[in-house]
């Protein structure tokens, strides 16, 4: 498990974010392996994949903004986008007015 820590900018708080395998491809091989083999191991790898199962829905449930509603969502990433557009527009316009002089090297 790899652990990185990126900053949103909305929110400048470091977020521990956690890099892990969540493909259930191969615990389902596994089961089916085990029911072409007649294995009495098939219990035992579906209790793996029913784990697996519930670590991704916790997962899921613990993710921040999952309770938000993908119209509020939207909303959110709409004021956002206009926010950028508008910080970029003043970027431009500060820029083109040459208040700052830069210094040159010598």
């Not at 969540?22 to 209790?47: A, G, N, R, T």
């Not at 449930?61 to 119209?71: K, V």
């Not at 909303?75 to 830069?102: A, G, H, P, W």
Request: contains cysteine; hydrophobic residues 35%; proline residues 8%.
């Amino acid at each position: 498990m790899t652990s990185t820590l990126p900053v949103n900018m909305a929110n400048p708080m470091p977020v521990a974010e956690e890099t892990e395998d969540y493909s259930f491809l191969p615990v389902i091989h596994d089961v089916i392996k085990c029911m072409d083999k007649e294995s009495p191991d098939v219990h035992q790898e579906l209790s793996k994949l029913k784990t697996r199962i519930q670590e991704a829905r916790e997962q899921i449930s613990s993710m921040p903004g999952i309770e938000t509603s993908p119209a509020a969502q939207e909303k959110k990433l709409n004021s956002l986008r206009e926010q950028v557009r508008t910080k970029n527009q003043l970027l431009q316009k500060y820029k083109s007015l040459c208040m700052f002089d830069i210094p040159k090297a010598s």
